[in-house]
Antibody
Framework: QVLLVQSGAEVKKPGASVKISCEAS????????MHWVRQAPGQGLEWMGW????????KYSQKFQGRVTITKDTSASTAYMELSSLRSEDTAVYFC?????????????WGQGTLVTVSS | QSALTQPPSASGSPGQSVTISCSGT?????????VSWYQQHPGKAPKLMIY???KRPSGVPDRFSGSKSGNTASLTVSGLQAEDEADYYC??????????FGGGTKLTVL
């Protein structure tokens, strides 16, 4: 079955960067895409960006443009999301979610989430 | 790009029906058949309930249905059950390989 396993919780200081991994199994990694979504405490879901694994095409939300980088390592069936210049408002649970090569299609399979806490 | 607009809360008694709206623009909800709905219980990852406006993934009860008119999409939950109490989020393609979520609606089963 499709499984997305994310890296563990992180605590970062303001101004630092964080890189979260999402290891995929149970399907052909290169045939799909990966979305990244975050959820601040008590808040709603927020789309950050998307990578089409097969052709490395990426697209980021305007809100995060310049601060977020989504990459992949096909040999490890793993996608990564790096967020830089962290501030307290970036404290959130970050999810990866398997999409299709069509960015519009809603992802069905989600990782368990990774809590990132930004605090001095 | 602003989040899609949802009512913050909705409620209904067991057995009743409730409808949650999701208001967007002619650039997202109004322009796309890729409108979906997620259910999220506390501390859990979102679960896809409706995709492409009206379709249900395998395993989702037919008590859940979706629709769209103009720039507004709707999720209807019929025959409310206690386990339906959760947060619900709409999701829409917004063009140029970007997507938007709604602000979320907390559904309470009275």
């Amino acid at each position: 079955q499709v499984l997305l396993v994310q890296s563990g919780a992180e605590v970062k200081k303001p101004g630092a960067s964080v890189k979260i991994s999402c290891e995929a199994s149970g399907y052909t990694f290169t045939n799909y895409a990966m979305h990244w979504v975050r959820q601040a405490p008590g808040q709603g879901l927020e789309w950050m960006g998307w990578i089409n694994i097969g052709d490395d095409n990426t697209k980021y939300s305007q809100k995060f443009q310049g601060r977020v980088t989504i990459t992949k390592d096909t040999s490890a069936s793993t996608a990564y999301m790096e967020l830089s210049s962290l501030r307290s408002e970036d404290t959130a649970v970050y999810f990866c979610a398997r999409g299709t090569t069509l960015a519009a299609a809603a992802p069905i399979h989600w990782g368990q989430g990774t809590l990132v806490t930004v605090s001095s | 790009q602003s989040a899609l607009t949802q009512p913050p809360s909705a409620s209904g008694s067991p057995g009743q029906s409730v409808t949650i709206s999701c208001s967007g623009t002619s650039s997202d909800v109004g322009a796309s058949n890729f409108v979906s709905w997620y259910q999220q219980h506390p501390g859990k990852a979102p679960k896809l309930m409706i995709y492409e406006v009206i379709k249900r993934p395998s395993g989702v009860p037919d008590r859940f249905s979706g629709s769209k008119s103009g720039n507004t999409a709707s999720l209807t939950v019929s025959g409310l059950q206690a386990e339906d109490e959760a947060d619900y989020y709409c999701y829409s393609y917004a063009g140029s390989n970007t997507v938007l979520f709604g602000g979320g609606t907390k559904l309470t089963v009275l």
